[in-house]
């Protein structure tokens, strides 16, 4: 059986996505998952989604990581598939959908998609790092010559090591631009090496910044590996709400595969 797919990418994050609203993709062939994200034997991404109809939204937003394994969420596979979704006439401008039990609002204008975050309650703060989950887990450390500093022997330490253990989380290191800019590099649980951006990391690394007075402002930019990503919040008490994290999302290519592959 050969299915159609789609290539998009955010800011260098890039994924497979799949029209399932007819349910026809064998959602549990975790091996056929990994085989379609391979760089060498498939098509090649950082992961997998499947549109899938939703009774409550316009549609369902199903993550699998490069691992072959259902995902948390991810930021900017979230805009690739509201791009993929106005690609096929599912919303003009303005979009609901579901992914894991969460409804999220998206807009989109040209090639940008602002996606709408949950609000966040809750982050640890550590002597060398912050702690938060903005949809997925995310360890964030301050580091000194970013460009330099081996992201994969440190994230990978960080990554299966105490409190994470088994669970895991992914790790972003950050230095400081400017007042309202850093610099972001991430090693992605699941992909389980860097990634060229992160759309729930850059979220972590924008909260966590404000929260240590690194910066005043409340509309952050983001410079990573594979483009620019902004993120704007409010903060309510020691709540942060109407987070919004936006960014390009487009289309790269599209194909068939052969699902034996």
Do not use: W
């Not at 059986?1 to 609203?21: L, T």
């Not at 760089?39 to 549109?51: P, Q, V, Y």
């Amino acid at each position: 059986m050969k299915i159609d797919f789609f290539k998009y990418q955010g800011a260098g994050n890039d994924f497979v996505i799949i029209d399932n609203r007819n349910n026809f993709f064998p959602k549990d062939d975790y091996k056929l998952i990994q085989a379609c994200c391979d760089r060498k034997f498939g098509i090649g991404a950082d992961g997998l989604m499947l549109l899938e109809n939703d009774a409550q939204t316009d549609f369902k937003m199903v993550y699998y990581n490069a691992d072959g394994k259902p995902g948390s969420m991810c930021g900017n596979g979230g805009r690739c598939i509201v791009a993929f979704a106005k690609s096929l006439g599912i919303f003009k401008a303005t979009t609901k959908f579901m992914a894991l039990g969460e409804i999220y609002q998206a807009t989109m204008q040209g090639d940008q998609v602002s996606l709408k975050m949950i609000d966040i309650d809750a982050i640890e703060v550590y002597d060398k790092h912050v702690f938060l989950d903005t949809g997925s887990p995310h360890h964030v450390s301050f580091v000194e010559n970013l460009s330099e500093f081996n992201v994969v022997d440190h994230g990978r330490k960080i990554r299966y090591g105490a409190p994470y253990n088994e669970t895991g989380t992914n790790v972003n290191f950050v230095e400081k631009l400017n007042d309202n800019t850093f610099s972001v590099r991430t090693y992605e649980r699941g992909v389980e090496n860097e990634t060229l951006s992160c759309g729930t990391g850059v979220t972590a690394v924008a909260l966590a910044s404000y929260h240590l007075n690194k910066t005043s402002e409340k509309t952050i930019h983001i410079e990573t590996l594979g483009g620019k990503l902004k993120i704007e919040f409010e903060k309510e008490q020691n709540v942060y709400k109407n987070i919004i994290l936006s960014g390009p999302a487009t289309l790269v290519f599209q194909g068939t595969i052969d699902m034996k592959l």
